[in-house]
C-alpha cells in the first residue's frame, strides 16, 4: 500500500512568522507535489517535484519555496506566512501510471 | 492552456436515483489521461477510476466513465446513488507537460 505522511497535520502560525509543512513517501516515486484546498478552487498545485534536488514552480507559487532533499521527503515553506495562506494542504506522490497518492492534509490557520 | 471543467458545484439527488457528474476537457497533447477522484469528509482525494483508451468504458465501485475524445468528455456515471456516495468528486487531466490538473471539483449530495 503506497504510503504518504505529513506532518503536522494542524497548525497555527502568526502572521509574517515561518511555517514548514513536512511530506515523506515510502513509495519510492519521483514525482511529488504540493496541492492547497479551497473550497471553490479545488486543489491547486503549488510546486512539484521530478526527483531528489528538483523543485518546480506550479500555478500558484507565489508566497511559497519548496525543498526535495531527498527521495522520499518534499517541504513546503512559507518564509512570511500570511492569512490569506489559511487552507488545506496536501502533498502527493506520483507513480509511474500517473495515479496520484495523496497524505492526510495538513489544515493551516495563519492569524 | 489545458484545463479541466466540472460545470456543477454542487448535484443533490435521492438514494437510487442515477448520478451523473460531468468533465470536459481541453488539451492540445493527443493521448490525455483522464482520471476521476474522490474524496470523502476529512479524508484525502484517492483515485476512483482512470482511462486513456477512446470510447472505452472504465468501471471501479460501481462507478463507470468512458473518455470521448470526439467530444473532449470523461463524464462519471453510477445507475443508483448511495448514501456512502456523497462526497467531492475530481476530474483530472495529464496534461501536456505530464502534470495532474484538477478541475474544481463537484460536491455530490445523496439524500434518503
Known amino acids: 500500500e503506497a504510503a504518504v505522511t505529513q506532518s503536522p497535520r494542524n497548525k497555527v502560525a502568526v502572521t509574517g512568522g515561518k511555517v514548514t509543512l513536512s511530506c515523506n513517501q515510502t513509495n519510492n516515486h519521483n514525482n511529488m507535489y504540493w496541492y492547497r484546498q479551497d473550497t471553490g478552487h479545488g486543489l491547486r498545485l503549488i510546486h512539484y517535484?521530478?526527483?531528489?534536488?528538483?523543485?518546480e514552480k506550479g500555478d500558484i507559487p507565489d508566497g511559497y519555496k519548496a525543498s526535495r532533499p531527498s527521495q522520499e521527503n518534499f517541504s513546503l515553506i512559507l518564509e512570511l506566512a500570511t492569512p490569506s495562506q489559511t487552507s488545506v494542504y496536501f502533498c502527493?506522490?506520483?507513480?509511474?501510471?500517473?495515479?496520484?497518492?495523496f497524505g492526510p492534509g495538513t489544515r493551516l490557520t495563519v492569524l | 492552456g489545458d484545463s479541466v471543467t466540472q460545470t456543477e458545484g454542487l448535484v443533490t439527488l435521492t438514494e437510487g436515483l442515477p448520478v451523473m457528474l460531468n468533465c470536459t476537457y481541453q488539451?492540445?497533447?493527443?493521448?490525455?489521461?483522464l482520471f476521476w477522484y474522490v474524496q470523502h469528509l476529512n479524508e484525502s482525494p484517492r483515485l476512483l477510476l482512470k482511462?486513456?483508451?477512446?470510447?472505452k468504458r472504465t468501471e471501479h465501485q460501481g462507478f463507470h466513465a468512458t473518455l470521448h475524445k470526439s467530444s473532449s468528455s470523461f463524464h462519471l456515471q453510477k445507475s443508483s446513488a448511495q448514501l456512502s456516495d456523497s462526497a467531492l468528486y475530481y476530474c483530472a487531466l495529464r496534461d501536456s507537460n505530464n502534470r495532474i490538473f484538477f478541475g474544481d471539483g463537484t460536491q455530490l449530495v445523496v439524500k434518503p
Open positions: 502527493a506522490s506520483r507513480a509511474s501510471s500517473y495515479e496520484q497518492y
Open positions: 482511462s486513456f483508451t477512446d470510447n
Open positions: 488539451t492540445i497533447y493527443s493521448n490525455p489521461f
Open positions: 517535484s521530478y526527483g531528489a534536488g528538483s523543485t
